[in-house]
């Protein structure tokens, strides 16, 4: 489209909804301000529309008004012109949202608004034109609206909290996803910038829900350390890209300070956002996780933030290791990368905190790979349990051979530990020596030995406890006849009634509740119900 | 365990007197088996013991105090300062000083004269002390959500099935007439075939780092965490707890034992499970707090059924149960009713129709059920449903996977990694 016949478009588009739309780019701009905005707009659209655009620019404001509004008015006219991507209509009116006006559009700029507020009818009216495939511009402010319509502030993936970031300083912004379509315009560079940024907290703001493109940088110790950030900013999007029903929203947070109507790089990317939201460029909005394990050595960098950290630090770094791991399934060779690294911590002079970590993470994706390093960690007192914690979730052989191994080691209060993982494993291997402990001078290793050899329960285990019944008294015992129940309860699970019910009716002779147990056994057996 | 049609009438003439027959679940053996004279068999007063006196297990104890045929015996917390004000409570309301306080759970359960035992410990902490006690034949009320893993919830229903006890869950909005209502009004196909079933609870909140701190006095910190990892202190523990992923899965775990088994009740689903379930949660980034703040996900039933369970600002009417049917939609939730066609609520349920356990006293309904037998309007299993349905919803918001499972074998086929994720590690000495 050419100019003239946009000019014309804009004209006619003005005529019609007179009352309506009202011009606010007042000569608040001065000639020069306005001449750097002209040569700072992008000389050409990024794709070519696939049919002329208009995109309503909206700026009224309820709560504070920005001093930017009438440069973005500007630079919003100036780039429509001169790229031809699209024209603009200028409203202040929020009789322009109804669907006989708005349906024209095919996205809607907030120009910096606040505290919009929309009756019913509106609501509906804007709901169902994004939903319905057009798109959303958000300029700055345009986050410190709805809050009356939690389903706008979802819309607009986050909700203004605060700006401890102000606009006399210079913060550091860092590119999330250097190779979206959007993202051209920095070169994969990060940058620092002098502009108010807004704060956008969870659960509203979510790498989950939207697709991030770049945020503060927080390892930039300025922008880190500004008065009134808290550990929960240390995520703080500024801008990103997400699918709304058929619809499309673009939002970035710069656009305070005056200078920045004149950045031509914040244009490119603006431009681009506005030819997203306007439908003519196609990118990808799938929402992605804060870091992609991408290159060996970032993934390095990743795991070495966390070998220092201890319980009331910020746990920042612990959750984009979460990530990592999480990310990595499907992708063998990802899963073995992280585990190795996660390996190579638990071999180091790393914290206890941290280990214990990488421990639970380890009870996610471990492998046999991490049998031997868990495996020495059984015979510590204090990593026993964390090394179990892991190791009682991996699968193989490997790891109950390790468990037996160690158990033959040790002693006490972390053998009680070893003894039940193995039995939460039903490890059949492990029967003999466990059943050698029903008689330990330690009650603690006894019981828990009976109850590993319950939750056992195969042929085995059934024997052992059959015969430590007449060589038990008192309440180790009474945890060997239930023990022995529920081999019969494992019996009956297996089809093996015949079996089963000799147990319960030789265990029927006991007193309660062993008794009645076995009665209750025998019962259910003989309907053919069975506990689990 | 379809058309559970116990009359309200029925039911308090049989329990009032000795049992009559018993009712056909087949865990439970007959009054008549174990025979009148039976020594234990409850008398005039149900003695009981008190294990977590926090806040629900004093409100909890506080109800069982108001009943006549009850006698409270003893209170036990890992908290000086818990026990010593239940303690206080008890022995003002009988006049004397009598109640005895425990430190350890297991000499409450070890104590021969306690008949039942009122249950309202962190989630972690479930599972041990109602298998000890099941094996030491105690009733129980105990709170929900059942378990912290499904593991442990299953562990727990057997041993309960296994010795015969009576169980009640504090999944007390069964015992509240609009729930009750709501549910029988669905059951009966007033709203005809549902196809989708919204689920809402409430939204979750982060915290900052908090520093490590000194254990007030009289606080046995080691044996609150019990079966859990051991981190140090950090002044989370009462009340808070829910927020962290060790001892909680948040707003919803805690609240799946409610809505969600509201959901289930009306389907009459409350024995069995999904299928399916995927879905996504906002997790904080960094904090103490480690549960998701929101969180949506969707089962799918066997019978084709859809079940959204989100946070309530995720949820299009909020908070409480929504069943929509081809022929109009139920809402139920604390303190208010709803439906659409809005004639549906006026609806009256037939002589011949399905009949949903009546209770309008939860605790009442707990003892009448010690005395006849029967088993109570939240049993152990629905517990043990209820709650999977939150704990499955974690799992598929943990992987970020949809995955597939059997309700049967309480597996998910073929996915090693999700199945991991069902039972966790006790730290030692601590074992079921």
Known sequence: MNRKSQIIGIAMLALCCLPLLTSISRAQVTAEELQKIEQAVPAKATVQPAKARKLLAFNLCNGFKHSSIPYWDKALEIMGQKTGAYSVVISSDMAVFKPETLNQFDAVCLNNTTRLKFDEPLQKSLMEFVKGGKGIVGIHAATDNFYEWPEAAEMMGGQFAGHPWGAGGTWAIKIDDPNHPLMVAFKGKNFKIKDEIYLTRPPLYSRSKQRVLMSLDMSDQATRTADGVTPEDMDTGIAWVKSYGKGRIFYCSLGHNHDVVWNPTILQHCLDGIQFALGDFKVDTKPKPLVSSGKGSEMDEVFAKIKTYDWGQSRAALTEVSDLVRKSHGSPEERSKVEKNLLELLKSDATYACKQFVCRELSIIGTEQSVPTLGAMLTDEKLSDMARYALERIPGAAVDEALRNAMAKISGKIKVGIINSLGQRRDSKAVSAIGGLVGDFDQMIAAAAVSALGNIADAQATKVLSGAKDKTTGKLRLLVLDAYLRCADRLVAEGKKADALAIYEELMKEPKPIGIAALQGKLNAEKGKGTK | ?432
């Open chain 2, 1 to 432: 365990m379809n058309g559970k049609k116990i009359k309200r009438r029925e039911f308090l003439k049989k329990a009032a007197g000795i049992a009559g027959g018993a009712i056909a679940f087949p865990y439970i053996v007959p009054s008549s088996v174990l025979g009148k004279d039976d020594s234990t068999a409850p008398s005039n007063r149900i003695v009981m013991g008190c294990i977590g006196m926090g806040g629900q297990g004093t409100g909890n104890m506080q109800g069982f105090l108001g009943k006549n045929e009850v006698q409270v015996v003893a209170v036990c917390d890992v908290d000086k300062r818990n026990r010593d004000k239940a303690k206080k409570i008890v022995d003002d309301k009988y006049g004397n000083s009598d109640c005895k306080t425990y430190l350890d759970f297991r000499e409450v359960i070890e104590r021969q004269d306690i008949d039942a035992l009122s249950l309202a410990t962190p989630d972690h902490w479930h599972s041990i002390p109602v298998v000890m006690a099941a094996r030491a034949g105690k009733d129980m009320y105990g709170e929900k959500p059942l378990a912290r893993t499904i593991r442990e919830g299953r562990a727990m229903v057997d041993a309960v099935h296994r010795y015969g006890r009576i169980w009640q869950t504090g999944s007390w909005q069964r015992s509240v007439a609009d729930f009750h209502r709501a549910c029988e009004l669905v059951r009966n196909g007033r709203i005809g075939k549902v196809h989708l079933v919204e689920v809402g609870l409430p939204t979750g909140g982060g915290s900052d780092n908090k520093p490590i701190q000194p254990v007030p006095e009289g606080f046995d910190w080691d044996f609150w965490l019990g079966p859990a990892p051991w981190v140090p202190y950090r002044g989370v523990s009462h009340w808070d707890w829910r927020w962290i992923m060790d001892y909680s899965g948040g707003q919803l775990t805690d609240w799946a034992g409610h809505h969600i088994d509201i959901a289930h009740w009306g389907l009459g689903l409350d024995r069995t499970g999904p299928v399916e379930i995927e879905g996504r949660g906002v997790y904080p980034k960094d904090g103490i707090f480690d549960v998701p703040t929101e969180y949506k996900f969707t089962c799918k039933y066997a019978n084709g059924l859809t079940m959204i369970v989100a946070n309530d600002r995720q949820q299009p009417k909020g908070m409480g149960a929504v069943w929509y049917g081809e022929k109009g939609w139920v809402h139920v939730d604390r303190g208010r009713i709803a439906s659409n066609p809005p004639a549906i609520l006026k609806e009256v349920i037939g002589p011949n129709e399905i009949k949903l356990y009546e209770s309008r006293d939860h605790q009442q309904n707990f003892l009448d059920c010690v005395r006849s037998r029967k088993e109570t309007i939240t049993p152990i299993e629905i517990a043990l449903r209820s709650i999977s349905v939150g704990l499955l919803g974690e799992i598929a918001m943990l992987t970020e996977r949809k995955l597939r499972w059997d309700p049967d074998k309480e597996i998910f086929p073929g996915d090693d990694e999700a199945n991991r994720l069902l039972s966790r590690s006790f730290r030692s000495p601590w074992h079921l």
